[in-house]
């Protein structure tokens, strides 16, 4: 799908060797150690991790599950986007990975994490990867909450 | 063999809750002119319509008088909420 | 000790109930697992983690090992520094810890983990904690290159 | 018994490297004194000196004519340089 490419244009700019060490959108529970074993790299001086969980409440209601519901093209836009994230920060590894299918309240539905030799680029670009994945990745949420109610999230 | 006047439709996420069904099909056209016929069979399309933003052939599609020809898919995709 | 009291007072800006969970200046490998597991609640929608790991490089010359020495007020410090944070930030859980004593390339040497419903308020805290650390923490590095040559870093 | 008319000196990393000892004894006075009797018996020390801060008892002292009475503890710490 080439949905964000007009999006992501704006953000590449260089065409270094790329840090991109897994992307996926996957059926199944996150794994953080697997991720995090797969941007180990002795360059690294900061590895900053951010994992995105089901919290128990929202809106002042209380949470029971949620499933989120990925387009087909989910995995090739989460690859571009980690591309531009790559190309766009001085990063040694990047890992980042989105879960569908349906959770349970603490299971994690997003983790990124990317590696850099210095602390202030990989905040940044910690903390881009994961509003650019926000903003651009087709992926749905339908929250049913303890009294029996649900919403699809942003479209109600 | 396929029906060479009619486009297929997926719908995702509150744009399949409101039609109740992951695809139909409808008579090519324009992009608005598919949107309203959804809008006609399928009432509760009507709030979620201008929320949606579309595929036309896996190319996002931001032109409502964009020419949807016999055969096209359109992707009809609510507000991301991924993370 | 008192030395970062005064530093300290000018963060502190409410007495909530304090998020601190974990708090440690150990002359052992930091143990990530049991960190995130210490931050772990259901109210949390964003957790964010920084390791700062020995890096195999610095000025441009290869790390062979080093060591880190600390204060004997260093644990006290870093609780000082953790609970200034908390009553700083909206936190559901914080835990740091800071590695003393030999380590090697890939070692972490500092873990910092906050959580928050939020992940602007997370990013922001776990910034803040890891900078803060660093100002105040009495600890100090010793770093011995392939070269044979060694320093004490920041005291060149 | 404890000798009555000095104090002792903790150095730690740097410091303590240039000095050569991890705990020094140093007779009472001001803190600048005592610095300056340490400067004279390690030269080493002369260049770590500007760089460190001190305690005095535990407690930060920027006061270079702070008196340091005997039986007190000073603590000389280099920059740090933690995570």
Redesign the interface.
Known sequence: MVLPQADLAQYANNGGMSAVRLVEVVDRPLNLEVMQAAVRDDRAGAVVTFSGDVRNHDHGKSVDRLTYEGHPSAGDVLQQVAESIAAEFDLIALAVAHRVGDLAVGDAALIAIVSSAHRDVAFAACTALVDRTKELLPVWKHQVFADGTDEWVNCA | MPDTSTVDVHL???AR?AVGESSVTAQAGTLTAVLDELCERFPSFVA?RP?C?Y?LN???CTDAQAAVVAGSRI?V???????
Chains 1, 3 share one sequence.
């Open positions: 995702f996420a509150a809750a979620v929320r933003s595929l896996e190319i996002a992707d995709l609510p507000p991301f909420a991924g993370g």
